[in-house]
């Protein structure tokens, strides 16, 4: 078992916030969605969803230029489509929690909302969702600072619409961890 490692569960770290709304006579998902990926410029990426767990390590970059074609993205989304006509709204809120006692930044929480929303109904949307996270699990030994929110809305012209906000990782550490090999007796 010489030159083997125990990796545990890789931690994003870099990432980026990005934003689009595409509009298509065709379809949604080979239409309206690709053109809202490449408004955000990460429509080459095969893109996989998170859920709304920041880690304290993660850090704010500026999205890169370029990035391999057919890349796995891997992200926090909120998207939302509709119909000619309609108004769909998305949006995505994070903060950061620092202990109470010493203020180190253990990592963030991130809420993201869809829907016919005016730019104050979804910043109101968004802002209950991340207090009722904090309250039920996190108010007690931690405060919620640095709140941010992106949004991004559309009113198609064309047969359908997609808007959607990303937060995209970059990057990973993968934490090393101590090996531990149970040999077994042959009885």
């Given at each position: 078992?010489?030159?083997?490692?125990?990796?545990?569960?890789?931690?994003?770290q870099d990432y980026f916030i990005t934003k689009g709304a595409g509009e298509s006579d065709i379809t949604i998902h080979a239409g309206s969605f690709h053109l809202a990926l490449k408004e955000a410029g990460i429509e080459r990426a095969n893109i996989m969803s998170y859920s709304s767990i920041?880690?304290?390590?993660?850090?704010?970059?500026?999205?890169?230029?370029?990035?391999?074609?057919?890349?796995?993205?891997?992200?926090?989304?909120?998207?939302?489509?509709?119909?000619k006509g309609?108004?769909?709204s998305v949006g995505i809120i994070h903060g950061w929690l620092y202990h109470s006692q010493t203020q180190e930044r253990i990592g963030g929480l991130v809420c993201e909302r869809q829907g016919d929303y005016s730019t104050d109904e979804l910043h109101e949307q968004l802002h209950?969702?991340?207090q009722e996270l904090y309250t039920n699990g996190f108010d007690d030994d931690y405060d919620l600072k640095d709140i941010t929110i992106n949004t991004e809305s559309?009113?198609?012209?064309?047969?359908?619409?997609?808007?959607?906000?990303?937060?995209?990782?970059?990057?990973?550490?993968?934490?090393?961890?101590?090996?531990?090999?149970?040999?077994?007796?042959?009885?």
């Open positions: 078992m010489n030159n083997t490692q125990l990796l545990g569960n890789r931690v994003p920041m880690p304290g390590i993660a850090r704010e970059i500026e999205q890169p230029m370029d990035y391999e074609h057919g890349e796995v993205m891997e992200s926090i989304l909120s998207a939302g489509n509709c119909r309609e108004r769909i209950l969702s991340l559309i009113i198609p012209t064309k047969e359908y619409g997609t808007a959607l906000v990303a937060i995209c990782f970059v990057n990973h550490v993968y934490p090393q961890m101590e090996m531990q090999v149970e040999l077994s007796k042959a009885s």
